[in-house]
T-cell receptor, first 112, second 112 residues
Framework: QKEVEQNSGPLSVPEGAIASLNCTYS??????FFWYRQYSGKSPELIMS????GDKEDGRFTAQLNKASQYVSLLIRDSQPSDSATYLC????????????FGRGTSLIVHP | DVKVTQSSRYLVKRTGEKVFLECVQD?????MFWYRQDPGLGLRLIYF???????EKGDIPEGYSVSREKKERFSLILESASTNQTSMYLC???????????FGAGTRLSVL
């Protein structure tokens, strides 16, 4: 059973701070890692993907992957109230059935 | 831009009714998925399809069936709706050999 674990939160940070969201996974064969953002009442949308160890930056977002520790994280710099949402971590094994395993999500609240 | 369209945003049905949820994608994706999302339980895969007329059970297929007669359309059928099927239903599609999923807006189904 492949598992993806996230702290459900809520994680509360002040506006302008760095929000750090974490995710661990059980399948060592995992090769593709994704972060989705889901606003309340809306559907998930992809914000980051990462496939190799290290950091990947896109604007205010940085995804970090450590396969040895089976750990992936998302950093949001200069957090804004509009970043308040649930962030879903998803993990997949490339070459498999192309079905990612989703974590249950971490709720982020950015307060002014 | 990938567009995944679900036919209804909100639906109210009676116990025992047969319910059809429709999903259409416009990017010629092979893979399509149906999930339900409930508070605290995250995304749970109901069924998926990797080709026309092909379908595979996900984690919670009981009480549901699917139909994929055309590549762009994937339908979820509740044969006899029950109150425990009240949920948010999300359709997703993904391109071949990719794990990235594109979600529709979701259908919030209430079974009374």
């Amino acid at each position: 059973q492949k598992e993806v674990e996230q702290n459900s939160g809520p994680l509360s940070v002040p506006e302008g701070a760095i929000a750090s969201l974490n995710c661990t996974y059980s399948d060592r064969g995992s090769q593709s890692f994704f972060w989705y953002r889901q606003y309340s009442g809306k559907s998930p949308e992809l914000i980051m993907s990462i496939y190799s160890n290290g950091d990947k930056e896109d604007g205010r977002f940085t995804a970090q992957l450590n396969k040895a520790s089976q750990y992936v994280s998302l950093l949001i710099r200069d957090s804004q109230p509009s970043d308040s949402a649930t962030y879903l971590c998803a993990v997949a094994t490339s070459g498999g059935s192309y079905i990612p395993t989703f974590g249950r999500g971490t709720s982020l609240i950015v307060h002014p | 831009d990938v567009k995944v369209t679900q036919s209804s945003r909100y639906l109210v049905k009676r116990t025992g009714e047969k319910v059809f949820l429709e999903c259409v994608q416009d990017m010629d994706h092979e893979n399509m998925f149906w999930y339900r999302q409930d508070p605290g339980l995250g995304l749970r895969l109901i069924y998926f399809s990797y080709d026309v007329k092909m379908k595979e059970k996900g984690d919670i297929p009981e009480g549901y069936s699917v139909s994929r007669e055309k590549k762009e359309r994937f339908s979820l059928i509740l044969e006899s709706a029950s109150t425990n099927q009240t949920s948010m239903y999300l359709c997703a599609s993904s391109p071949p050999a990719k794990n990235i999923q594109y979600f529709g807006a979701g259908t919030r189904l209430s079974v009374l």
